[in-house]
């Protein structure tokens, strides 16, 4: 009975997920999410040129929210990928935000960047990590931020 809810969580969650490289806009700041199948999320800020939280973790493989803000005076975006995912948000305008939700199935480390103009090169680059060696989420260090079932970790660049 368990096997078939997670089947049907994980199928309602395709749709959200999307194809190609769309976002949304998120200027409320919320995420969707019930029950079992909480949505994770990621807050990231955008600068010129780096990425706030450089290194984030999230306790297990489901559905992740990237809550992308642009703090910079450039035009950023943000791209994930690894395990067979590769995900991006259109391009981000200086003090705008964008949403990116996206399917991670499968544990592991995954890298999060901004594909534009070279600006990974320049330092904005990230890790995800989805699940630990015990399938949950790390302890929160000093300056982390948790929420729903997330934690990043500020330590970076």
């Known amino acids: 009975m368990r096997a078939v809810l997670v089947l049907v969580c994980c199928t309602a969650a395709l749709p959200l997920a999307g194809c190609g490289g769309g976002g949304s806009n998120d200027s409320a700041g919320t995420t969707a999410g019930s029950g079992d199948s909480a949505q994770q999320t990621v807050s990231i800020a955008e600068r010129d040129f780096s990425l706030e939280p450089s290194t984030a973790n999230v306790g297990r493989p489901g559905t992740v929210t990237f809550r992308v803000t642009n703090d910079g005076q450039t035009t950023h975006a943000l791209e994930v990928e690894g395990n067979g995912v590769e995900e991006k948000t259109d391009s981000i305008q200086a003090g705008d935000s964008k949403s990116l939700t996206i ?3 499968k544990p592991g480390r995954y890298e999060f960047y901004c594909p534009i103009d070279g600006h990974r090169g320049k330092g904005m680059e990230g890790e995800l990590r989805v699940g630990g060696s015990s399938g949950t989420g790390t302890t929160p260090t000093p ?13 970076g660049y």
Request: glycine share 12%.
């Open 143 to 155: 300056g982390a931020t948790t929420e729903s079932g997330t934690t990043t970790d500020s330590s």
């Open 103 to 105: 399917q991670l199935s």
